[in-house]
């Protein structure tokens, strides 16, 4: 019986590792995921039903493993080098002049020329034909241990047909797709998001939950085969020895006869980097006779035998039409470039933030100037600079505003900052932005009352505080005869800002705008002092011994509430019936630590942001989109496609009760 099952685990195995195979290496899509995940469900259960028969190279062991409490050290035996640097033409010239007299004018060089994909490094051991461990490249002689992360990427083989040891090396990176579904999904859930896919493929990989990075599609390009036994004589083969074990290499390499032919598929790859998937930095320029390379040997960090070519970060010129100076909620007058609009890699740009005033005197910036625009390290487009060739003859000098744009009061800079404040407490926009702030649905969530109503609002007179929200109702009949305001949509707006006072603690606290509280911080600061009283009275080095308080957040708190007109705000948002202190009972429920919910149809007790509250402060991640990584589908009324999605991906579906039910630990 067992000899049966034996094989019947066998074959199921080998038909999901030629799947994956396909799927993830040849990006050949065989089955419906449907159909992968009954015979992986299948290969589940029989291994689930005999424990003993569980091999390390299983595909239910991708995510199989626990906790990794600490990342153990991995020494590299042969160290993890990085590359020179060449930016032009002339320097990748003179690299191959280098190589050249290195091998004293040897006759032929070759060179295999890579795309650099923009990721993080890893080893990856392979003994006896099984993924034996992995690691990251650390500073490049001792790495940390990442084996069970590693597992979890789908293109990377758990067993090869070659029992002898080796190491592959190689680029673990996320596609630009995937990267931006996974920004999206931390943006709904609070979290904060990835600067670029290689932050995020570095952050996922150093996750200590295997199961989260299995939930994070990570991909590899391998580019490198090291091993004492099997013999290989060129990069070319190294690369194609590691097609045939069954690793996804990158397809778009090419061989190079000479220096000439390097230097072509670096300008043609600076060109076409926007038309693939996932982003390249660079080209990688490898000799590919591995005897020359080896005679070539390295310096310090770096080997002699290959450089990377790196692209000029993505710039474009554009217009710069006007500088406005905006007046934020805490007062601080930034100025704002508005722009011709323009794509940068992928992105229409027409406003981007020039930050301060000496920034724009630093660079000499100017109304009408074209300027230099650059998407750097992070997705916020940044001015680097003014052509000045295409500057008019009849510019002139950028005035910096000595009043405030909005309420005309003088401005001040205070010694230690670089910006400009406006410090009337009464200044229109300031009130704008911090009622804006205040009923956000971030904070106190207030359906209805959004820009531009808050605009309209306090512009005629009817709010100056936030406590004034919550005396709306004392002008009903007013607000109800003004134009484009039906009966209707007033009675909702009172309706949502009586919901709102049922607000937790944490997002009160960051609804009244402290500087430097942001929703993380609020959470961290009411689970530390669970009333106001607590946290109004806390010293500063009562706030400092709160994981992740800093000297700027505890002297701001402190600041604060030692303002009479503070405390006076306070006091009356209490009196309304806000929540200054934490439901205790609530806020140590963890009951759906590291479980996925997709939330869909109408649900009759609570509404969907409610439902994601409750799921985030109990540990749970909060998913718009359904897939088959997805735990748990909460199906409300009129549950649409979703549904159907959801049997077929396997995902389990749960009603509201169900949902309430996991909430409170009752099932
Ligand atoms: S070869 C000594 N090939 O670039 C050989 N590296 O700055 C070094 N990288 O640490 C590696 N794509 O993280 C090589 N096709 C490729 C690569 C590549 C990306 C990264 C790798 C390395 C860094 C070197």
Redesign the pocket.
């Known amino acids: 019986m067992n000899k049966h099952i034996y094989e019947k685990i066998e074959q199921l195995r080998k038909e999901i590792n030629n799947l994956n195979y396909r799927y993830y290496v040849l990006a050949e899509s065989k089955v419906s995921d449907y159909e992968y995940d009954t015979l992986l469900n299948e290969l589940i259960k029989y291994e689930t039903e005999h424990p003993e028969l569980v091999t390390p190279d299983s595909p239910t062991q991708r995510v199989g493993s626990d906790l990794t409490k600490t990342f153990n050290p991995i020494v590299h035996k042969v160290p ?4 020179s640097n060449t930016y032009s033409e002339e320097e990748i010239k003179a690299f191959d002049e280098r190589v050249k007299s290195g091998l004293e004018g040897e006759e032929k060089i070759k060179y295999v020329v ?4 923009d990721g ?2 890893s080893s990856i051991h392979y003994k006896n034909g099984l993924l034996h461990n992995a690691a990251t ?1 650390g500073d490049g002689k001792i790495g940390e241990e990442i084996t069970n992360n590693i597992r979890t990427i789908r293109s990377i083989p758990l067993r090869v047909e070659e029992t002898k040891s080796f190491e592959v090396r190689g ?1 673990v990176f996320m596609s630009l797709k995937d990267f931006e579904k996974l920004n999206e999904e931390r943006k709904a859930n609070g979290e904060k998001i990835f600067a670029n896919p290689r932050n995020s493929s570095a952050g996922t990989l150093k996750l200590q939950n295997p199961k989260e990075v299995a939930k994070r599609p990570l991909d590899i390009f391998t ?2 085969l090291l091993s004492d036994n099997l013999k290989i004589e060129t990069q070319e083969e190294n690369l194609e020895k590691l097609k045939q074990l069954g690793f996804k290499i ?1 397809p778009n390499y090419e061989l190079c006869e000479n220096i000439d032919e390097v230097i072509n598929f670096c300008r043609k790859w600076e060109i076409k980097r926007d038309t693939l998937p996932y982003e390249i930095d660079g080209v ?1 320029i490898k000799v590919n006779s591995i005897s020359q390379q080896n005679r070539l040997g390295s310096i310090a960090k ?2 002699r035998w ?1 450089t ?1 070519f790196k692209f000029k970060a993505k710039q474009v010129i554009t217009q710069l039409k006007k500088v406005t100076w905006q007046v934020g909620r805490t007062g601080a007058i930034t100025p704002v470039a508005e722009l011709e609009p323009i794509v940068l890699a992928g992105s229409v740009i027409s406003r981007a933030t020039l930050h301060n005033a000496d920034e724009i005197e630093r660079k000499d910036i100017r109304e009408n100037d074209f300027v230099k625009l650059e998407k750097g390290g992070d997705v916020i487009p940044k001015v680097v600079g003014v052509d000045f060739s295409k500057r008019s003859i009849d510019s002139v000098k950028l005035l910096i505003p000595t009043l405030c744009p909005n309420c005309k009061s003088e401005l001040v800079k205070s010694e230690n900052e670089v910006a400009l404040y406006c410090v009337n407490k009464v200044c229109p926009a300031q009130i704008k932005g911090k009622l804006i702030h205040f009923a956000s649905r971030g904070a106190m969530d207030i359906e209805g009352l959004g820009e531009a109503i808050i605009n309209l609002f306090v512009d005629k007179g009817y709010l100056k505080s936030f406590a004034d929200i919550y005396n709306l109702s004392k002008f009903e009949d007013e607000l109800k005869s003004l134009e484009g305001f039906g009966e209707k949509s007033i009675d909702n707006l009172f309706d949502s800002i009586e919901k709102s006072k049922a607000q937790p603690f944490h997002k009160v606290l960051f609804a009244i705008g402290i500087r430097y509280i942001g929703a993380g911080v609020a959470r961290k600061l009411t689970n530390a002092f669970n009333t106001i009283k607590k946290l109004k009275d806390a010293t500063v080095e009562e706030l400092e011994d709160v994981d992740e308080i800093g000297p700027s957040i505890s002297r701001s708190l402190v600041q604060y509430f030692s303002e009479d007109e503070n405390i006076m705000l306070i006091d009356e948002l209490i009196n309304k019936g806000l929540n200054f202190a934490e439901d205790i009972s609530n806020s140590k429920n963890q009951n759906l630590n590291g479980l996925s919910f997709v939330v869909t149809g109408s649900l009759s007790n609570i509404t969907r942001d409610e439902a994601k509250e409750k799921i985030i402060s109990s540990g749970g991640k909060f998913v718009s989109s359904l897939s088959k990584k997805t735990d748990y589908l909460v199906a409300g009324e009129n549950a649409g496609s979703k549904l159907e999605k959801a049997k077929t991906f396997g995902v389990k579906i749960i009603s509201e009760e169900e949902f309430n039910n996991l909430l409170n630990n009752t099932i």
């Open positions: 993890m080098l990085s590359l890579e795309l650099k994909i993080v490094s490249r680029e580019y490198y990158n990688v770096s080997p290959a990377s």
